[in-house]
C-alpha cells in the first residue's frame, strides 16, 4: 500500500506516489497541484475531479466579476505548465461515494477511478435557513460561477433584490447588484455590519458609505418568509415583526457557510462540523487527507484562503515525503472588495478587560488598535489601509510596541525610525559579547 508518511526523507522517483486523486477543483484543489507540480517527489499522476463544469478559478473574484469590474476570463486559473506530473481533469462530475477497502471513488456519471491516496477538497455551500419560500426561484445562494451568472441574469430585469446577510459576502453580492443597476436591500440580523470583523464606529462608517451607494440596510432584521408567486417565482420576503412585503424578485442568502462534509461522513470519516483533520491534514483513514473549507483542525473550519495555503504547503510537503512543521491557527485579516471602500481588520472586534485601546478619527479615516502588554493584537483601518498589513506583521511577531505606541497610528515610517533608535539604545555591550562568544 502506498502511504503518504510525514516524516518521510525526499521521495526517489520510485516511492513517489503513483496516483493521487483530488476530489473538488476549487481554490484549495488547484493551489495544492500547483505547489505539487513545483516540488520534486510529486505525485506521478493527478486527478481531480470537480463537480462544476469549469476550469478551477478565482473564487473570491465573483464578487469583482459581480460588480463588472473584473472579465470572466480574469478569474480562470491556469493549470501548471513545466512539470513531470500529468494532470487529468475531470469536470462536471461529482464524486458521490469513497470505497475505502478498495480505495476507489465512484462518480455520478458511473466513472469509477482508483486512488492511491485521496484527498478530499470540496470546499462548503451557502448556509440556507429553513425559512418557508427558501426553495423558489429567484433565492439563490452566493458560492459559485452560476450562482453569479444567475444574479447577473437577474439583475438584466431589473428590479428589487434582497440580500440577507451583512458580512463581507452579502456587503460585496449587494454592491455587485446595485452596480447592475437593481435596488438591493440588505438586511443584517445583529444591530451592526460585519460585526465579526469591524467594531461600532468602523461598521457605522461602513453603513453610512454603503447607504450613501442607494443601498438600503435594515439591521436587526429578521427573516420571517419568502413569498412566491402562483409560478413559484419570489416576489418579497417577510421580516418577523412586520407584516409588509419587502418586494424583491431576487433574494441572495449570504449569511454563512456550511461545509461539505457529507461524502467523508457517509465514508465513515471522523466529522464534526466538518471532515476532521490532524496537524499534517491527515483524516482518520490514513490514505485520506482533506483540506480547504470542507475541513476542520481542533475547533476551527474555514472560510477565507490564507489558512487554506498554509493548508497546502502542509500537505502538499507530506504527499511529496518532505519533512513539513505541523499545521497550526494563525492570525486572519480581512479585507472587503468594495471598490471605493477600504478596510481592513484583525483580531478581536471589542477592546476585553486588559487591552489599551489606541485611536484615530477624521472624516472618512479611522482606525483603531488593540495592545495587550505592549503587544498588538488587534486591528480596525476604515479609509486608509495602506498600513494594514504591516501591523498584522508586528501583531504576528509578537513584538512590544510601548515605546512606539504613540506613532503605530501614524503608520511604518514614523514607528520603525523609533524602532531603530530603540535598538541602538538598548544596545548593551556586555550582552553583545556573550551573545556573540
Ligand atoms: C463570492 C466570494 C467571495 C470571496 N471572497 C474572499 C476573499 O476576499 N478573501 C478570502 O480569503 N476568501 C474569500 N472567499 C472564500 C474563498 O473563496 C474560499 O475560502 C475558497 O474558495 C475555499 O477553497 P476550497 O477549495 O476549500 O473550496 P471551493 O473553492 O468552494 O472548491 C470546492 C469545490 O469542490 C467541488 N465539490 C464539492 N463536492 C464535490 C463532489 N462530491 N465531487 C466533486 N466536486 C465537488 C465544488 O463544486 C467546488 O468547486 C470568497 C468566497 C466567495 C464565494
Redesign the pocket.
Given at each position: 500500500m502506498t502511504q503518504a508518511g510525514s516524516s518521510s526523507p525526499t521521495r526517489s522517483d520510485d516511492a513517489r506516489l503513483p496516483h493521487l486523486v483530488i476530489?473538488?477543483?476549487?481554490?484549495?484543489?488547484h493551489r495544492l497541484i500547483e505547489t505539487l507540480a513545483a516540488q520534486s517527489g510529486a505525485p506521478r499522476h493527478i486527478t481531480v475531479?470537480?463537480?462544476?463544469p469549469h476550469a478551477a478559478y478565482n473564487?473570491?473574484l465573483?464578487?469583482s466579476w459581480l460588480a463588472g469590474d473584473v472579465e470572466q476570463d480574469g478569474l480562470t486559473l491556469t493549470p501548471p505548465h513545466d512539470s513531470d506530473v500529468t494532470v487529468d481533469q475531470r469536470l462536471g462530475?461529482?464524486?458521490e461515494r469513497i470505497d475505502r477497502t478498495r480505495r476507489l471513488v465512484e462518480c455520478d456519471d458511473g466513472e469509477v477511478i482508483p486512488y492511491d491516496h485521496l484527498v478530499l477538497?470540496?470546499?462548503?455551500r451557502s448556509a440556507m435557513p429553513q425559512i418557508p419560500g427558501i426553495t423558489l426561484t429567484g433565492v439563490s445562494g452566493?458560492?459559485?460561477l452560476d450562482d453569479a451568472a444567475h444574479l447577473a441574469e437577474a439583475a438584466k430585469a431589473g428590479g428589487a433584490a434582497v440580500v440577507v446577510g451583512g458580512g463581507l459576502?452579502g456587503l460585496?453580492a449587494a454592491a455587485g447588484l446595485a452596480a447592475r443597476g437593481m435596488q438591493v436591500c440588505v438586511l443584517q440580523r445583529s444591530p451592526r455590519l460585519m460585526n465579526r470583523q469591524l467594531d461600532a464606529t468602523a461598521s457605522t462608517m461602513l453603513a453610512s458609505e454603503i447607504e450613501g451607494r442607494g443601498i438600503h440596510l435594515k439591521t436587526g432584521a429578521r427573516l420571517a418568509e419568502i413569498v412566491g408567486d402562483e409560478n413559484g417565482q419570489v416576489v418579497g420576503v417577510r421580516l418577523e415583526d412586520d407584516e409588509r412585503l419587502l418586494p424583491a424578485n431576487c433574494v441572495v442568502i449570504a449569511a454563512g457557510i456550511t461545509p461539505?462534509a457529507e461524502?467523508g461522513r457517509d465514508a465513515g470519516l471522523d466529522c464534526d462540523r466538518a471532515i476532521v483533520v490532524d496537524d499534517t491534514l491527515a483524516t482518520s483513514d490514513p490514505d485520506i487527507s482533506a483540506l480547504?473549507?470542507?475541513c476542520q483542525f481542533e475547533d476551527t473550519t474555514?472560510?477565507?484562503?490564507?489558512p487554506?495555503w498554509h493548508q497546502v504547503e502542509v500537505l502538499a510537503s507530506r504527499l511529496c515525503g518532505e519533512p513539513s512543521a505541523p499545521y497550526h491557527e494563525r492570525a486572519c485579516a480581512t479585507?472587503l472588495?468594495v471598490s471605493g471602500v477600504s478596510l481592513y481588520a484583525f483580531g478581536p472586534t471589542e477592546a476585553e478587560d486588559g487591552h489599551e485601546v489606541l485611536s484615530y478619527r477624521d472624516q472618512g479615516e479611522y482606525r483603531r488598535l488593540l495592545l495587550r502588554d505592549g503587544r498588538l493584537e488587534g486591528a480596525v483601518l476604515y479609509g486608509d489601509t495602506r498600513m494594514g498589513p504591516w501591523l498584522f506583521q508586528l501583531a504576528e511577531q509578537g513584538q512590544r510596541l510601548d515605546r512606539v505606541r504613540h506613532s503605530l497610528l501614524l503608520g511604518q515610517a514614523d514607528t520603525e525610525a523609533l524602532l531603530a533608535d530603540d535598538a541602538t539604545t538598548d544596545t548593551d555591550p556586555s550582552t553583545t559579547e556573550q551573545d556573540a562568544a
Open positions: 476530489v473538488g477543483n476549487g481554490m484549495a484543489a475531479i470537480g463537480a462544476e473564487r473570491i465573483l464578487s462530475a461529482r464524486v477538497a470540496l470546499g462548503s452566493f458560492r459559485d459576502l460585496e461539505n461524502l480547504g473549507e470542507c474555514y472560510g477565507l484562503v490564507e487554506i479585507k472588495k
